[in-house]
């Protein structure tokens, strides 16, 4: 028989990307999403188009509904979870904070909830980057301190991460957080600078350049990641099934490509993809942004043997490909 995993936000861009891998591999995926119009929901049905499989089964859910998914844990006995659905964006979070509440703190209890009462041999959850904030050292390590969010969005991520410890410490739950870095690739998210840049220059419209350029971003494809994730999940379940409940774990590790690429250095790459040039607009740092990120991958490199080998020209190739026949 083979194993279900619950995937949640399999609507969304890294969501569908792990669910594709994991029913490649011969799960049975149970996808779930709220479809929320932050960006087009249009693009999130596309996305679902892709998931045409007998093996998998969508149902529109918000994780902040509790009852919905303790009913849903209830009657799918889940052998494990890839929490992935989330309220996205940094920016979005100094005009709508409610919404990262909701989604990302009651959202993420929920789940915890239903992997302590219906207990699963593995929780591998989405953290971010973000949690690093004001972070000056770098390359980015979980062993540094992170203390001062410059975002909610941030805030509740780390937030996500304690949750997630104490139910290790107190019910268990074998579970790992991944701090995602900038990813990128084909049906990638709107509000991402990629897609926010490749639009602009398609239609000949400037694109703002934040903090005059001296941004660097440690951009990871999408491949990258989504196949990272499920060998996270696939290492972590089998370490815990090897051993006794008591066993259980909460591990954290960056998930990137540990090569951050220079703002401009890769609105160049694009422009070379898309063949047209931008007409660039310098604008200071926004609120809630950082300078640099930048993953130390070595722990998972060491661990489950995480590579991201697609390099930036390729990477960029793929995505303004995909994005100049779907837009």
Avoid at 276 to 305: C, S
């Amino acid at each position: 028989m083979p194993k279900k995993i619950l995937v949640t936000g399999a609507a969304g861009f890294i969501g569908c990307e792990v669910s594709l891998i994991m029913l490649s591999k011969g799960y049975q995926v149970v996808g779930i999403d709220n479809m929320n119009s932050y960006y087009q929901v249009s693009l999130k049905e596309d996305r679902l188009k892709r998931l045409d499989h007998a093996d998998f089964r969508f149902q529109k859910m918000d994780l902040a509904d509790a009852s919905a998914v303790a009913a849903l844990f209830e009657e799918d006995h889940f052998d494990g979870v890839i929490h992935l659905g989330a309220q996205a964006g940094v920016r979005y979070s100094l005009q709508n904070p409610q919404a990262y509440i909701d989604s990302n703190i009651t959202g993420f209890l929920n789940i915890l909830e239903g992997c302590r009462k219906h207990p699963v041999e593995h929780l591998t959850y989405a953290s971010s980057s973000s949690v690093y904030g004001r972070n000056t050292k770098t390359p980015f390590s979980t062993d540094d301190p992170v203390c001062q969010p410059s975002s909610l969005y941030a805030a509740t991520k780390r937030s996500n991460e304690l949750m997630a410890e104490t139910y290790r410490h107190l019910f268990n739950v074998n579970a790992t957080g991944l701090r995602f870095f900038t990813v990128y690739g084909p049906w990638g998210r709107p509000d991402m600078a990629p897609w926010l840049f490749a639009d602009a220059i398609m239609h000949d419209r400037p694109i703002k350049i934040f903090n005059n350029g001296n941004m660097m971003r440690d951009f990871t494809y999408i491949d990258d990641i989504a196949g990272g994730v499920v060998k996270v999940y696939e290492t972590g379940a089998s370490r815990f099934a090897a051993g006794k409940p008591e066993s259980a774990e909460h591990r954290l590790y960056n998930i990137g490509h540990g090569d951050p690429v220079n703002l401009l250095d890769f609105v160049k790459t694009l422009e070379k993809h898309l063949g047209k040039t931008a007409e660039k607009i310098y604008m200071p740092m926004q609120p809630g942004d950082v300078e640099v990120t930048w993953a130390d991958t070595k722990a998972l490199e060491k661990d489950v043997g995480y590579t991201a080998g697609t390099n930036l020209d390729t990477g960029i190739k793929a995505f303004a490909d995909w994005f100049k026949g779907y837009c």
